[in-house]
């Protein structure tokens, strides 16, 4: 059994940052790579990004590049992603996600929620404008 653990949501003002964790217990961490997801209100889970299982990979959901940046590291069984230059539509619920182990580490298979296997409860970020 895997459990994922996020920290690190709050409430900041537009333009900030904000540094979210994933801590994960379980099975052996280097086994997945992992990703991020994030769910405003009366929308879909959105991609947010993913690592390899080394850390060598990463990919990106289109408005998040160049703004988030996804790390791992596996010595401590945990995953970030801090996130810089904040925007009110950057407001959701954060999950961090195990993905499946036997897919291609690539878009778009990276994108689809199906494909990631253990998920975490979530933390609320909420930017004000």
């Known amino acids: 059994q895997v459990q994922l653990v996020e920290s690190g949501g709050g409430l900041v003002q537009a333009g900030g940052s904000l540094r979210l964790s994933c801590a994960k217990s379980?099975?052996?961490?280097?086994?997945?790579?992992m990703g991020w997801f994030r769910q405003a209100p009366g929308k879909e889970r959105q991609f947010v990004a993913a690592?390899?299982?080394?850390?060598?990979?990463?990919y990106y959901g289109d408005s998040m590049k160049n703004r988030f940046t996804i790390s791992r590291d596996n010595a401590k069984n945990t995953m970030s992603l801090q996130m810089n230059s904040l925007k009110p539509e950057d407001t959701a619920v954060y999950y961090c996600a195990t993905y499946g182990a036997t897919l291609p580490f690539a878009l778009p298979a990276l994108g689809r929620r199906d494909n990631y296997d253990y998920w975490g409860q979530g933390t609320q970020v909420t930017i004000s404008s």
């Open positions: 379980g099975r052996t961490f280097t086994t997945y790579a």
């Open positions: 690592i390899s299982w080394n850390g060598d990979s990463t």
